[in-house]
């Protein structure tokens, strides 16, 4: 296991209102229980996109939408999303599936879903694919990028910067995907958002998934792994805690989370100093069949149910206010800048 990089948490003592960001993971619709393919490249959940973005932009938000290469090249993504894009109601970013990015040279597998596992060469070259075909089919370089299932190198950052990447998405604090294919391990990586180099040029910006509950001051941090990784996994004692609610998990998303548990997720996180959150979903859940989580139409009226009650609770009950990844990059650097090779929009 590769040791944890020395990260630089920002102080956000001086940020006195909740800022919320959110994160579509716009992709294509496959079996989430089947192999990947390389032939899944259906990109038909765009069309329920215009459902969850008019909710967004009438609470004020502008959702970064980070598009896969299936997405980033189909002529439907590029109708619904351009008018967006042109009112500077929504962000565009990246993100990256292998299985379904050229160059087409890794056997298809768990282990090479994950971008992080992939040789370093190969990677950026996905990666150079990738970025290419959102600029040429949106006319704006994506700055904004995460890694397919959370398959973040950290160490890899200097590849992200050279192509004009300034923020990115991918890590999913508490979690480890090692058992899951081969993937990254997250903890004692921070739940807020941190720097790794001193010149504070790159923003990283974690999932709102943390632990919280009476045992937070125990177990937050480096400490979680006795408890959701090895004996205390095997144990399930995470199942224990959560049921007493001594301790528990839970991601801020609508997707397979109740209302309560996003609102009760927030509120604690807010009472412990917490200032940045991030809403996280799927391109697909906006259509019917389109993942696990709306499987039905009536599940997709209860996600999108979820989704409006959370944000009047954020934005009422707790004053917060909307923000988005760039915006929050040059507040915490004002001097942060695009890399000056790259053609802007």
Known sequence: MAPLPATRPIRLTDIDRPLLHV?????????????????????????GLHLGHSLFRRHGIAPAYLLDYPVASDQRAIDALGPWLEEGSCLIGAQLHPWVTPPFEEVVCP???????????????????????????????????????????????PTLR???????????????????????????????????????????????HSVFGPLRPLFAGRAAP??????????????????????????????????EDMCRLTAALHRAGHRVFALSLHSSSFVPGGSPYTR??????????????????????????????????????????????????
């Open 162 to 208: 050279a192509l004009g990447y300034l923020v990115d998405t991918s890590v999913m604090p508490y979690r480890s995907y090692a058992g899951l294919g081969g993937g990254p391990d997250f903890f004692g990586y921070p739940d807020q958002p941190f720097w790794l180099n001193p010149d504070r040029g790159f923003l990283y910006l974690p999932s709102t």
């Open 226 to 259: 006795l408890i959701y990784r090895g004996l205390g996994l095997r144990l399930r004692v995470p199942g224990l805690l959560a049921r007493t609610g001594l301790l528990e998990r839970i991601s801020l998303s609508p997707e397979g989370v109740s209302l």
């Open 23 to 47: 994160v579509v993971d716009t992709e294509e619709e496959f079996d989430w229980s089947a192999p990947f393919a390389r032939s899944n490249t259906a990109v038909s959940g765009i069309s």
């Open 111 to 157: 282990l090479n879903s994950y971008a992080s596992n992939l040789a370093p060469d190969l990677e950026r070259r996905k990666l150079q694919a990738l970025t290419a075909v959102i600029a040429d089919n949106f006319n704006v370089h994506p700055r904004i990028y995460k890694a397919g299932r959370f398959g973040l190198d950290v160490r890899r950052e």
């Open 296 to 345: 039905s139409l009536e599940d997709l009226r209860q996600m999108l149910d979820r989704i409006e009650r959370f944000l009047d609770f954020f934005f009422g009950k707790l004053g917060g206010q909307a923000t988005t990844a760039i915006e929050l990059l040059h507040r915490f650097n004002p001097h942060a800048a695009p890399h000056p090779a790259l053609h802007e929009a």
